[in-house]
């Protein structure tokens, strides 16, 4: 009864900035998760399915990854309760996305 689905949203801005987190629960992926990266990008601790968590991040440290939905509750309260690990998933991914993912340095590298 507390989910509220939004559908699709021209600004995430004033969404974002009231959330806990970001989840990715998809049951299948391919390519670029860019779910994933935008809640990086605004700041939020990811949580997100075995499957559409990217392979370039470390799973623990810059995303909460879970198997099934007994896991995902398990991360968001983990979130929820404990702040401390909620702000170093969140620092810890916006440095990933920084530096791994600066376009410059992706640029350079393509051009090279």
């Known amino acids: 009864k507390n989910v509220r689905v939004h559908g699709p949203v021209k600004k995430l801005d004033s969404l974002i900035k009231n959330s806990i987190c970001g989840i990715s629960n998809l049951k299948t992926a391919t390519g670029i998760q860019t779910k994933v990266f935008t809640y990086i990008s605004f ?16 799973k623990g440290k810059e995303v909460l990854t879970y198997k099934n939905d007994k896991e995902i509750l398990s991360k968001i309260y983990k979130l929820i309760e404990n702040k401390k690990v909620s702000n170093t998933i969140s620092n810890n991914g916006f440095k990933v996305l920084k530096n791994r993912f600066n376009f410059n340095k992706v640029y350079g590298n393509y051009l090279k």
């Open 43 to 58: 700041g939020l601790p990811c949580v997100a399915s075995l499957k559409s968590c990217p392979e370039n991040l470390v």
